[in-house]
């Protein structure tokens, strides 16, 4: 008998043994992997931007079955990667900041900040440059060894180019976005040294070396203000390994924290939104950073967006023109309907433009910004990506709540980061973006279901009603509907209307061990039409899930 | 002075509840903001109706039709990354510019009669030699153009503008060309497609020009030339020569010629830009006698108009241009007028050489002592982007080659109707695609220039 509880203990023993080496083999086979996950580089240009989506993406897809089954029934594709709460979780792509809670002005005006920008303690050493057009950019390291890409405003246009991209990554960062450090530099041209051993791509498509007199010949074509100094936006090159681009289509296979298609995420459809609002007409992949780094003893890819300006009413070489951000650089559809109209259609952008008076109307630091028939459902960045074609109501009202959490003062603490010398200039991109942000939300509002900010206490589902509290609808004429189901059943059980943004639950609808769908909708007086449903997953310890319909 | 211990313990007590209550509700605040806090986050957890899985992008059908594209998108974005990566976009264009500052400006184009392009170089002799800027008003040009089995042209004028800071200009020339298969169909405006032949015509032309501009739209100019022409014997596509093909029928120059040409030439310019105008007009008035020399039978008078009026339509975008040529060649003291220099028409009139536009016509289709045609077209612009323009054209071309003025015959009228793109980067023409329809069939054309 004790020699059979021997073997038994023995056999206890080797297995309690056998289980901790698999664990211990497991838990060193992940930090090994974790270690070993290689990220190959993605490479991507403008030239083949244009190419993929504006000329194979756009034959390609209409060769995809899938695609046309959706267009003829009408069938949205949701998005893949939202939570039981409609919401997105945190992830390499995106941060929930200004969603999950407000940030305050002084973060909003700050975004995202290792340093204060270049140190000058010392000369800036400028290790690289390239010649885009007439005007120059520069890579320099600081004295802390921090490295910068410095962007310059173009002549005449002293303040565009740089507020632009400044205000522009405050508004990502704040949405949830990833992006590099960017501050505004104003440096005199002794404070830059070039550094030995550095090369320049000259216009001419050869690269060279940078002498101290071609770089002061690239630094003649810069603007100056008063005091003489030169003014640039100060990208920070983050730390990290540089693995490319990431597509707004297809996920990295190479990234085992990658599981949707980029087209499915909502953060990436949303960015067309995010783009209209900002007039980021040139928001592409090309413009995108992929960065390795450790975190956690783990190595993940963080996504950047890394290119602003040309955003508000700017482009790298001056204001914007006019086209931009109405039409894709090869716009099939706006162009067959020019043809057939044997021109006498006149696109908005040319009418904008002939009331505009062909000409520039505002400062030339604010460029050509306005809000002049702004239509936030045909905003149009250059190249057309299918995933921000794929928007859907649940999308957009996702988009539209990240909007409206922005009050007009957190727009005014960002647009401040843009540090224009003339008040009015940040005040006339404020208002512009404010009406902006109004424009695209009520637009979203009042296609989607614009309930949210669910809540149940006290057997009452408790909810707000976006467009009501934003004022894009009246409450007076709102009616409720609510529609109680089964759960996993089509069954109705219930059916009420309510005029207040709450509804009634009686115990009976909430099953024992599992939970009662409460489909609500909305009907407002000034439309005919009653609002997609969204739905509420509700059991007696409370919300257990929310879905806006797509 | 002895308060009652019952009173002290009492304040403790009330005291120590005092601060169990704050206590309390410091806690109770705390668990709600922490409650808060905790069901705020819960918004935002990773915690899905279904696990996450990596799915393909499109159905496996879908895929499948996709492959073989994708197969030649690989490659395709490989060239074209690497073309942006090693800059070769902005090598090509300083490549382009570094051989236009040394007075040497490449030359490409389409003719009718080729799938091949034409190519060549316009030389210019002053920069290469480094003289420009010493004699700014002086030029010192050669063309040469090259259109494998169709033409090879060598241009080249010698001269100067604006003589004394005046207006007068005078240049010398000297060309040799020779063209190898000139369609030719007959004489009149009733010949027929399938009688066609065409001949190679070998041109050496040796020339001076003397003239004043009145202003930088108005200009007159004074010409004299001297011109050997050799008809050279081709068969070609199954087609015989020619002398065969048109044999027993009067077709003066069949044998070449040597000729001296006076002209005089009046002409005025207002279009806002010479390949994309949308406002202005211009007119050419051409007044020519050439005689021939040498044995050459041929004495005629040449007279010529060419006007163009560009209408803008209430709108730059919206063009309509108005065109009319007239031709007419008077023989003179029974000499003759050598087929190669009747009037010709046909074809998408953005030829190196003359034969008026026709577009639903090859080129070259009619020859006639005289031409009258007019040209319709209504240009609208369809797509802006930056410094890039398409437009849309709808034209007609309505002309008719005949022999004396009374020979015009409304009936004989040739009609081309079509539609035309056109691609344009800072008003320079980088493509014209046009499609023609006329009674003799449909023609496509491919070129980099306007008939216009």
Request: aromatic share 12%; charged share 25%; with cysteine.
């Amino acid at each position: 008998m004790s020699i059979q509880l021997k073997k038994t203990k023995q056999a206890r023993q080797a297995l309690a043994l056998a289980i901790l080496g698999i664990g211990v083999l497991g838990l060193a086979g992940t930090v090994a992997a974790g270690e070993t996950v290689k990220f190959k580089e993605s490479e991507s240009s403008f030239y083949s931007d244009l190419f993929d989506q504006n000329i194979y993406n756009e034959g390609v897809n209409q060769l995809d079955l899938g695609r046309w089954g959706r267009k003829l029934s009408r069938k949205p594709l949701p998005s893949k990667n939202v939570n039981i709460f409609d919401e997105v979780p945190d992830s390499g792509f995106f941060t929930n900041r200004q969603g999950r809670e407000r940030l305050s002005p002084e973060a909003l005006e700050k975004g995202y900040q290792e340093t204060s920008g270049p140190d000058l303690s010392k000369p800036l050493q400028v290790t690289a440059g390239e010649q885009r057009g007439i005007y120059p950019r520069f890579w320099v390291k600081d004295a802390r060894g921090d490295e910068y890409l410095l962007e310059f405003d173009p002549q005449g246009n002293m303040e565009l180019v740089t507020g632009s991209e400044i205000i522009a990554s405050r508004l990502y960062y704040a949405l949830g976005y990833t992006v590099p450090q960017f501050t505004i530099l104003r440096i005199k041209p002794e404070q830059f040294q070039v550094a030995p051993g550095a090369t320049t791509w000259e216009e001419t498509g050869f690269k060279k070396a940078l002498s101290q007199k071609r770089f002061e010949e690239y630094l003649m074509v810069l603007p100056q203000n008063a005091e003489g100094l030169y003014r640039a936006s100060a990208c920070k090159i983050m730390k990290g390994n540089y693995r490319g681009i990431f597509s707004f289509e297809s996920r990295r296979k190479d990234d085992p924290a990658d599981l949707v298609n980029h087209r499915d995420r909502r953060e990436i459809r949303t960015l067309g939104i995010f783009a209209s609002w900002l007039n980021h007409y040139d928001l592409r992949e090309s413009d995108t950073l992929d960065i390795s780094v450790e975190e956690n003893g783990q190595t993940v890819l963080k996504h950047y967006l890394a290119d602003f300006n040309g955003a508000l009413g700017s482009t790298q070489e001056g204001p914007k023109e006019p086209m931009l951000g109405y039409e894709y650089i090869i716009d099939y559809g706006e162009t067959s309907k020019s043809i057939l109209a044997l021109g006498l259609r006149e696109k908005p952008w040319q009418k904008k433009w002939r009331l505009a008076g062909e000409k520039i109307q505002g400062s030339p630091a604010v460029g050509y910004f306005t809000n002049e028939l702004f239509d936030p459902a045909r905003y149009k960045t250059q190249f057309p990506y299918e995933s921000f074609r794929l928007v859907t109501h649940a999308d957009g009202l996702w988009a539209a709540k990240l909007l409206m959490s922005f009050s007009d003062e957190d727009i005014r603490a960002m647009v401040k980061a843009g540090q224009y010398s003339d008040a009015k200039n940040a005040d006339t991109i404020a208002k512009t973006l404010i009406e902006r942000r109004d424009l695209i939300s009520r637009y979203w509002l009042s296609r989607a279901n614009p309930l949210d900010g669910f809540s149940f206490s006290g057997w009452k589902l408790l909810f707000k009603d976006l467009a009501v509290e934003n004022g894009f609808a009246s409450q007076e004429g709102t009616v409720y509907l609510a529609q109680v189901m089964r759960e996993g059943k089509k069954e109705k059980i219930a059916q009420t209307e309510t005029k207040e943004p709450s509804v009634n639950i009686q115990p009976e609808w909430i099953p024992e061990n599992g939970e009662a769908k409460i489909l609500l909708r909305v009907r407002r007086a000034s439309d005919k039409k009653t609002s997609p449903a969204v739905t509420v997953l509700l059991n007696a310890k409370g919300i257990q899930g929310i879905r806006h319909e797509d | 002075m002895e308060e009652p211990l019952a009173t002290k313990l009492e304040e403790m007590t009330r005291k120590n509840k005092k601060l169990f209550s704050f206590l309390c509700l410091g806690l109770f605040a705390f668990a709600l903001i922490a409650y808060g806090e905790e069901k705020k986050a819960d918004l935002y957890a990773p915690v899905y109706t279904k696990p996450l899985t990596a799915q393909p992008l499109k159905g496996f059908f879908s895929r499948a039709i996709e492959l073989p594209f994708k197969l030649a998108k690989w490659p395709m974005d490989q060239g074209i990354i690497y073309t942006e990566n090693h800059r070769l976009d902005k090598k090509t264009i300083w490549l382009y510019e570094q051989t236009l500052k040394q007075g040497v400006k490449p030359l490409f184009g389409f003719t009718d009669l080729s799938v091949y392009p034409y190519f060549g170089a316009e030389l210019n002799l002053l920069a290469l030699a480094r003289q420009k800027e010493k004699y700014p008003d002086f030029f010192a040009t050669t063309t040469l153009l090259y259109c494998p089995t169709v033409f090879f042209a060598v241009d080249s004028e010698i001269g100067a503008q604006r003589i004394g800071g005046t207006g007068f200009h005078s240049k010398g020339i000297v060309n040799y060309d020779l063209e190898q298969k000139e369609p030719f169909y007959g004489i009149g405006p009733n010949t027929s497609r399938g009688d066609g032949t065409s001949y190679r015509i070998e041109t050496t032309q040796v020339g001076a020009r003397a003239g004043y501009e009145f202003s930088p739209t108005i200009d007159l100019e004074a010409g004299f030339d001297y011109k050997k022409v050799n008809i050279l014997n081709r068969a070609h596509d199954g087609k015989g020569d020619i002398r065969t093909i048109f044999a027993g029928q009067n077709i003066p120059g069949l044998g070449g010629d040597d000729l001296l040409d006076y002209s005089l030439t009046l002409g005025r310019d207002t279009r806002d830009s010479k390949d994309d105008a949308t406002k202005g007009s211009y007119q050419k008035f051409l007044f020519q006698f050439t005689d021939g020399v040498n044995g050459s039978s041929a004495r005629y008078l040449k007279y010529q108009i060419d006007m163009a009026k560009y209408f803008r339509l209430a709108s730059p975008r919206r063009v309509l241009v108005t065109r009319l040529f007239a031709e007419h060649n008077q023989e003179i003291d029974h000499g003759d007028i050598p087929f190669y220099n009747l009037s010709k028409m046909g074809g998408a009139g953005a030829n190196t050489r003359d034969s008026e536009t026709a577009r639903a016509f090859v080129y070259n289709r009619f020859y006639g002592e005289s031409v009258l045609l007019l040209n319709l077209e209504y240009r609208y612009t369809v797509m802006e982007y930056k410094k890039f323009k398409l437009k849309t054209a709808f034209f007609n071309d309505l002309g008719e080659v005949f022999g004396k003025i009374h020979e015009f015959r409304l009936k004989d009228l040739r009609e081309s109707y079509g539609i035309g793109f056109y691609l344009s980067y800072t008003r320079n023409t980088l493509l014209n695609f046009s499609v023609a329809h006329g009674n003799e069939g449909t023609r496509f054309y491919v070129k980099n220039k306007l008939a216009f």
